[in-house]
């Protein structure tokens, strides 16, 4: 199948699930509010009942009454832990299942019954996200409706209420994929948009600001669990004569070729952020000091093998490192990354294209 189509109709597998759990807590509080103006509206409809014919509606209205009180129970969340969808599955088969019974109670009533029956499938069209639910949540009062009507009704009323309603399900599931791809689109911008508020364009990098988010969190984690965090800062070498001597495109392409090297050389749990220009920091948590040190050792070390073709031949670069483990000295993030600016300050002074601690041994040699 065409894959352009196919993603009009389906997000990528890892966004399958963050989509679906955004959809469900977007309807469990709609279910509190629709849930009772669904019931009560089936009670009212006692009135139309009894139009139609007095002697029964006292009938209908209990038969409306049990129904609707055993669906009220999944209006609200309850310690039964029922999944929204699980919860609208049961509002809907005993509210929608409560018309179907109670016109079936009266004469021709679900040929009356069928615009009520058929309207109540056009809500299950903005509750249910995928084709699968919305046929498990029409399923048993679909099936009442036919086994009810099969009997209650005349061939011609039969043939014309099953055609009626089944060309109902389909519009609604028509609807339905159509409002899942309204909403997917919505979720695929939202999605870029906070990327793209998050991240550094030209790198992908994690931004100032977003990375100060995240090591505040760590931090808070870290202090809560006595475990140990570590940032390292670091910043290319001599990168003004690199813009320079070779121009900015090449500056441009020496900044992110460092990014991905340095993403390469770290783990999945840590963070990388790029704090402006060519400045750099690293926040690894469950980290000590040595695993810090070897870390920004091994960065460094990649770095240095990176090579970038250029018009004036290849070109090699370096950077500098500073490194500083939290300890009670740091109440916030920013005194920690302090420390490690300082550390990486040291490394440029007594060298470059090395690694300081923060209070710690002196750079290590090349
Ligand atoms: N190409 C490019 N250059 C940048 C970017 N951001 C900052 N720069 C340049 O990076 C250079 C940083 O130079 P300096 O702060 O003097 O430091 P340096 O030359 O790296 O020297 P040391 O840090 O002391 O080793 C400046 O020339 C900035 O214009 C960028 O996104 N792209």
């Not at 990354?337 to 490394?347: G, K």
């Amino acid at each position: 199948m065409d894959s352009a189509f196919t993603r009009q109709w389906s997000l990528p597998p890892e966004d399958e699930a963050t989509f679906n759990a955004q959809h469900n807590a977007m309807i469990a509080p709609m279910l509190a509010v629709l849930g009772p103006f669904f019931g009560v509206s089936i009670l009212l409809f006692t009135v139309w009942d009894y139009l139609i014919d007095p002697g029964r509606a006292g009938a209908t209205f209990l038969t409306r009454l049990l129904l609707v009180c055993a669906g009220a129970s999944a209006y609200f969340p309850t310690g039964l832990r029922w999944s929204p969808v699980q919860r609208c599955a049961m509002i809907y088969a005993t509210h929608a299942g409560a018309i179907t019974v109670t016109a079936a109670m009266l004469e021709d009533g679900l040929l009356y019954g069928l615009a009520g029956i058929t309207a109540c499938l056009f809500m299950v069209s903005a509750i249910a996200i995928r084709l699968r639910t919305f046929f498990l949540i029409i399923g048993p009062p679909a099936a009442a409706f036919f086994v009810l009507s099969s009997k209650e009704m005349t061939t011609l009323g039969f043939v014309n209420g099953a055609i009626l309603y089944t060309f109902s399900v389909v519009m609604a599931a028509i609807l339905m994929l159509a409002i899942r791809v309204f909403r997917q689109r919505a979720f695929l911008s939202e999605k870029k948009l906070l990327y793209s508020s998050r991240h550094d364009s030209m790198t992908g990098a994690c931004n100032q600001a977003y990375l100060t988010e995240l090591a505040e969190r760590e931090m808070a984690v870290a202090k809560r669990h006595a475990r140990p965090l570590a940032v390292a800062m670091l910043d290319i070498d001599h990168f003004k004569r690199v813009n320079d001597v070779y121009g900015h495109a090449v500056g441009d392409e020496v900044i992110r070729q460092l990014v991905d090297t340095c993403k390469r050389s770290i783990r999945s749990i840590d963070h990388f952020g790029r704090m402006g220009g060519e400045e750099f920091v690293c926040v690894m948590p469950e980290t000590s000091v040595q695993e810090a040190l070897t870390c920004a050792e091994r960065m460094r070390r990649n770095i240095e093998q990176v090579r970038v073709d250029t018009a004036q031949g290849v070109l090699s670069f370096t950077a500098s490192f500073g490194v500083a483990v939290l300890t009670p000295r740091h109440p916030r993030w920013s005194d920690l990354l302090s420390d490690a600016d300082t550390a990486m300050y040291r490394a440029k002074n007594t060298g470059r294209n090395r690694v300081a601690l923060a209070f710690g041994e002196p750079p290590s040699a090349r």
